[in-house]
Every structure is written in structure tokens, then in C-alpha cells.
């Protein structure tokens, strides 16, 4: 049993307010052999810094930033150590400081977090947040075999070798628990390749039923190829400064909320708890919950770390109620499952009624029972499971959608037929807009690791 | 990019060298291809020594078809059960752990499972099989592990086996098969 005392529950504050004002990106693909990774960087460092309507020359802008956070996952994928320095060289920012993160899928929210404790304590008053991952320097069974290392070596490494085998099971557990089909798992892949289609960024688009993703090949069951991310090469970048230099860069800047959560790496060492009760939460709502034998909270269903970090931001940021607060959110779905399971942890349902988001069509850009706007729309960006896993880009890349959306720019990086052309592509013709309505005012992203050892959950909030 | 051509200035002939040159003792690199970017292959093989440290009993349990946990023995603290995964030191109390070993047969349930069909590399289990997570009483996780044979499901019990002879000297070296009382 984990027992909290005092001063670990200490709600994180800024001592000064923290923004977002831009946002970069390349284009994510499995094989990306025309640039080498800190030219990947470049590109995106460029795009943030030039095409993001700020009110200063680009590189007057860069001669604001004084701290530098970079998001790497792992060094087997790269196979360069201290590879910070030398895209942090690349991109002619030496001699200011820097410093690498890596948190798993969690180190593009490690890093936002970085830079904004940066930001907020004073260190600096412009960071540059920026990841990356090269995962086509190896073949996709060696790529598993790395990404399994991130199990622990002695007692789970071995009994799977991919990740989906760590997750399957917690799918199986989920719907044995909660009495859920395998169809919602899979609407959740087929709105999030649909989403991607939208996007001249993403790897993996495409419009497929439910009956498709059911049909696709079985990775680790019940999750088939089409439930789970893919290799993904790429890198994205934000900028985060303090109020006075985000007001100076633009007149739509966002405000930051970031905190953080972590939890046993191996499943097998989750000790069963109280729920940590959310604002709008009561502890009735759980009375019954966990009645079912060997059940127990967060058991292989839910996660812990994910449930921590909403508790503290939520308190930080003053959201009462997820669902009616937050206009968009961006979930980590490297698998259908774990965004299934995320929608618990984060509030957006009670525990045991997380399906209900999805069925209820609140999670959609449109909501297919009803035809008009879904309450709380998620993964409009494509997702993990459309658009891109670059593991230390993908915390970043999430932020970044979530500033544009808020902003009222999805149109124009994702709509402008030149981008697609950039990278190669050509805009479908079937192209639609899913930029949420200027009424919105807030959006939050997951960043995940693991099987849910790291997870922040960060909150942008419209600041004009 | 444009390229430049350099040209060599008049007169600056390197001094020939009287000592042996240097020689490539290594592997010629292949190019996998040129366009639209120069791709070569970078092979290599490696061997890493790896300590099962304070950990060490469990896997020379197994060798002994033994199933060995640890408990902390701290009567103030408040975390009195069995760890699989082993851990050396108590999580709460950072007390040194006891080792105890389960009286076989040890009986566990199937808390949940997964049938691992694609893998990574390195896999030394014959795909598919069916991986497991077992609860066992009085142990406070639920370790993983894999079926030997049968389908596994939640609620299944199962009996823990070792493989003693040509033993892996891994946590592959005991697995769970399908118990009948």
C-alpha cells in the first residue's frame, strides 16, 4: 500500500507564470534516410522559430534563448551519446546550457517540465524545448527488442520482447473487469487513423472500419497491428518563455500548467491503493467499483502515475471538472488500450466507465451519435497510434497541436498544400478541417512511459 | 549542396613517411544505397556482464526448483507480505529483506495473460505462447511468467514448475502449468 504523507502532496506553483508561443515539426516516417537527426531538428527548429507568426525576427528570437530541454527516449535507437550536444551545436545555440531528458514515452512531458521549472524559477526567460528519435537505423524486431530493455531486464524483458505484450494483458484484464468489447478499442484506432489523414505529418493515415482493425494481424492479443504506434523517425520543438517575453513574441500565447506522476516499472509491483480522488470525484463513486475478486486499485487497469499527475495539475491549473473544462484533449495511444485506460485516470469518466467517452461520442472532432461537435474531442492531431511515435519528439509534438489548435492554426499547418508538398505528399482531396471553435479555451496533453512508470499531464490555457 | 573543387598549392609535397603506414584492420562497410542519402551498414556484436547482485538466490532457487521470495522484517512496517520480483531492500522502510522459499507445489491464480504472437528480437520463448500473470497467496505482486501448455484464463489455477535440467539461469527457468486439485 502506498502511503502519502504530507509533503508529498504538495501542490507544484510556479513562482512566476509560464507560456507557450510556438511550436515546431517535421513530418514522422518509419525509414528516413534523406536527413540526418539534427538536421530533422533544423527543420523543426525552423519551423517554430519562422512560421509561427511571431512578432520578432526569427533569429531575434532565438537570441532570447538563454536554457535548451531535449527530449531523447534511448541511446541504443540513436546509437550516439551525448547526441544533445551535438544537435544543440547543430543548431548554433552553444554556448547556453542544456540538458537532455529521458523519461520513456514520457520525455517530451519531461522536457516541457524541464523548461518550464526553467521558465518559472527564473533560470531563464525564453527555453527552447526540442526531441527527437531515430528508430530506422535498426530493423522493427530489433526496434522491439530495444524498446523491450525498457521492461525490467530481469524478470519481463525476456517473457515478451515488444511492448504490446506488456499492454495486452492490462487490455485483457480491462475488458474482464469492466465488461468492455473489443469494438471500442477498436473505434479509438479507427478515429485516430482518420484524424492522422488530415495531417501532412502523419506515418500511418488511413480510413479503415472497425471490421478492419479487428481483421488486422494480432501483435500480442487482443492488440492487432492497427491498435499500435509504429517505428517512427522525426522531431518537434516548442518555445516556452515567462509573461512579459510571451506577450513581446505574440499576441496568442498559452499558459502552462505541467506536473508529473510515476509508478513501478514492472506492472507486476503495483500494490493495491485508495483512488486518489479528483476534484469532481467522491469516494461513493467507488464503493462498488472494485468489488469484483482480486480486484483492486490501480491493478493491471489503471494507471497510477497518470491519475497523479491529473491530480496535481488539475489542483495547479484550478480544473474542477475535466470534461466540462478541457475543449481538446491529446492522449498517449501507443496502444488503443492505454488511451482507453488514460480516460479513467485523467477524469474524463469515473474508473469502470471509461468506454463511455468514446461510445458517447464525446471524444470525437463530430460526434457520430449526434452529428455536431464532440464535448471534448481527442487525438484531432493523429495521435501515436496516426501520426507519429518519435519517442522523444512525442510529448513535444502534442504540445505543439495543442497551442495551434487553441491558437486557431490547424488549418494553416495542416491545410496548406505546401506543407504536404514539403514533405512529399500531396493534400487528399477529401481534406477536412478539424480545428475546434474559437470558444475553446483549454487543452491537455499525456505524455506516458512504460507501462505507465512516468506520465505528466500538461494543460494550455488561452491567455489573451 | 554545390561542391567546389579544391585545388592542391604548388610546391607543399607531404614529406614521405620511413615508418609502416597505417593499415584498415577492420570489416568494409557496405552501402545499403546512394540516393537520395549515402545509407551504409553499421554491424556489431556484443556481449554485456550482467550481476543478479543481492538477487542472486532467486535464480539459484530456480536451478533447485525453488521458488524463493523476500519479505522485510521490520514489525513496524507496514508492508508485511512475500515480493516476486525479489527486492533486497523493503520499499518503505529500506530494511534489508529475509529470503523465504515457497513449499511447493505453489498453487497461483491467473490475474490476467496475453498470447505473444509477434515478438521482438531475441525472443528464447517459441512464439505463440501464452505469457501470464499470476497472483500467489500471501505474495503482494503479481509476477509474470509464462503457460507451458493449456489456455490460460482469468481466475485459472496454476502450478508453478522449474526447468532444472539445462537450466537458461534466466526467470525463464520456472513457468506455470494448468493445476487440477
Same mark, same amino acid.
Given at each position: ?67 535548451? $530541454? ?56 525564453? $527555453? ?75 506515418? !500511418? ?21 492497427? +491498435? ?15 509573461? +512579459? ?95 482507453? !485506460? ?16 468514446? +461510445? ?9 451519435? *449526434? ?15 496516426? *501520426? ?10 502534442? $504540445?505543439? +497541436? ?6 486557431? %492554426? ?11 508538398? %514539403? ?42 | ?12 609535397? &607531404? /614529406? ?19 540516393? &537520395?542519402?549515402?545509407? =551504409? /551498414? ?43 520480483? &525479489? ?22 491464480? =491467473? ?11 531475441? =525472443? ?10 499470476? /497472483? ?46
Amino acid at each position: 500500500m502506498i502511503r502519502f504523507k504530507e509533503g508529498n502532496l504538495r501542490i507544484p506553483k510556479w513562482n512566476r507564470k509560464v507560456f507557450i508561443v510556438a511550436g515546431g515539426t517535421t513530418a514522422y516516417r518509419k525509414y528516413f534516410p534523406e536527413y540526418k537527426l539534427e538536421e530533422l531538428v533544423m527543420i523543426a527548429f525552423k519551423n517554430m522559430l519562422e512560421d509561427n507568426d511571431l512578432k520578432m525576427d526569427p533569429l531575434e528570437v532565438k537570441g532570447l534563448i538563454n536554457f535548451a $530541454a531535449y527530449g531523447e527516449f534511448a541511446d541504443h535507437f540513436q546509437d550516439q551519446l551525448l547526441c544533445q550536444a551535438k544537435v544543440h551545436d547543430y543548431l548554433g545555440l552553444d554556448p547556453l546550457y542544456n540538458v537532455g531528458i529521458k523519461t520513456g514515452g514520457a520525455t517530451g512531458g519531461s522536457a516541457v517540465l524541464t523548461a518550464a521549472m526553467a521558465i518559472a524559477s527564473g533560470y531563464a526567460n525564453v $527555453a527552447l524545448v526540442a526531441g527527437w528519435e531515430r528508430m530506422d537505423e535498426v530493423d522493427t524486431r530489433t526496434g522491439n527488442y530495444y524498446i523491450a530493455t525498457a521492461a525490467c531486464k530481469d524478470f519481463e524483458t525476456r517473457l515478451g520482447r515488444i511492448y504490446s505484450s506488456y499492454y495486452a494483458p492490462m487490455a485483457n484484464r480491462f475488458a474482464w473487469a469492466f465488461n468492455v468489447s473489443e469494438v471500442t478499442r477498436a473505434k479509438i484506432a479507427v478515429k485516430n487513423h482518420l484524424y492522422a489523414y488530415y495531417s501532412p505529418y502523419a506515418q !500511418q493515415p488511413g480510413k479503415y472500419t472497425v471490421e478492419d482493425v479487428l481483421n488486422s494481424p494480432i501483435s500480442a492479443y487482443p492488440l492487432r497491428f492497427l +491498435e499500435c504506434c509504429a517505428m517512427s523517425v522525426g522531431a518537434a520543438c516548442v518555445l516556452l518563455c515567462d509573461e +512579459e517575453t510571451a506577450f513581446k513574441l505574440t499576441d496568442r500565447p498559452c499558459e502552462l500548467f505541467i506536473c508529473g506522476g510515476t509508478h513501478t516499472l514492472r506492472v507486476a509491483d503495483r500494490r493495491p491503493m485508495e483512488v486518489p480522488l479528483l476534484p469532481h470525484e467522491t469516494p461513493e463513486m467507488y464503493k462498488d467499483l472494485y468489488g469484483k475478486e482480486g480486484a483492486r486499485y490501480p491493478g493491471f487497469e489503471s494507471f497510477l502515475a497518470s491519475r497523479f499527475a491529473a491530480w496535481l495539475v488539475y489542483r495547479m491549473a484550478g480544473i474542477q471538472n475535466p470534461i466540462e473544462d478541457l475543449d481538446l484533449v491529446e492522449l498517449h495511444d501507443a496502444f488503443t488500450i492505454s488511451d482507453l !485506460q488514460t480516460y479513467g485516470d485523467i477524469g474524463l469518466r469515473p474508473y469502470g466507465q471509461e468506454a463511455d467517452y468514446i +461510445e458517447s461520442g464525446d471524444a470525437y472532432y463530430i460526434n457520430p451519435n *449526434t452529428g455536431k461537435p464532440g464535448k471534448c474531442p481527442s487525438n484531432l492531431s493523429g495521435g501515436l497510434i496516426g *501520426t507519429m511515435h518519435a519517442v522523444g519528439a512525442t510529448g513535444i509534438f502534442q $504540445a505543439a +497541436e495543442c497551442l495551434w489548435q487553441l491558437q486557431q %492554426k490547424y488549418d494553416k499547418f495542416h491545410g496548406d498544400p505546401k506543407i504536404w508538398k %514539403k514533405w512529399g505528399k500531396e493534400k487528399p482531396k477529401d481534406w477536412q478541417s478539424l480545428q475546434i471553435p474559437e470558444t475553446a479555451k483549454q487543452a491537455l496533453w499525456v505524455s506516458h512511459a512504460g507501462v505507465g512508470s512516468h506520465v505528466t499531464v500538461g494543460i494550455l490555457r488561452k491567455a489573451w | 549542396m554545390a561542391t567546389k573543387k579544391i585545388t592542391k598549392k604548388k610546391g607543399t609535397k &607531404p /614529406e614521405k613517411k620511413k615508418e609502416e603506414k597505417v593499415k584498415f584492420i577492420g570489416k568494409v562497410t557496405k552501402v545499403r544505397q546512394f540516393k &537520395p542519402a549515402m545509407v =551504409i /551498414e553499421w554491424p556489431r556484436t556484443l556481449t554485456h556482464v550482467h550481476t543478479y547482485g543481492m538477487l542472486s538466490p532467486f535464480f539459484e532457487g530456480l536451478r533447485k526448483g525453488e521458488l524463493r521470495a523476500t519479505r522485510c522484517p521490520n514489525p513496524n512496517c507496514p508492508e508485511n507480505g512475500l515480493w516476486i520480483p &525479489p527486492r533486497a531492500h523493503c520499499p518503505d522502510c529500506h530494511t534489508e529483506m529475509v529470503w523465504e522459499t515457497l513449499p511447493n507445489p505453489v498453487i497461483g491464480k =491467473i490475474y490476467t495473460f496475453t498470447e505473444v504472437v509477434y515478438a521482438g528480437a531475441g =525472443i528464447e520463448l517459441s512464439t505463440p505462447y501464452w505469457q501470464v500473470d499470476v /497472483e500467489i497467496p500471501g505474495v503482494v505482486t503479481i509476477p509474470k511468467s509464462y503457460l507451458l501448455y493449456g489456455k490460460p484464463y482469468i481466475g485459472m489455477k496454476v502450478k508453478a514448475e522449474f526447468r532444472t535440467k539445462n537450466p537458461t539461469n534466466t526467470v525463464l527457468d520456472y513457468y506455470w502449468v494448468p493445476y487440477e486439485e
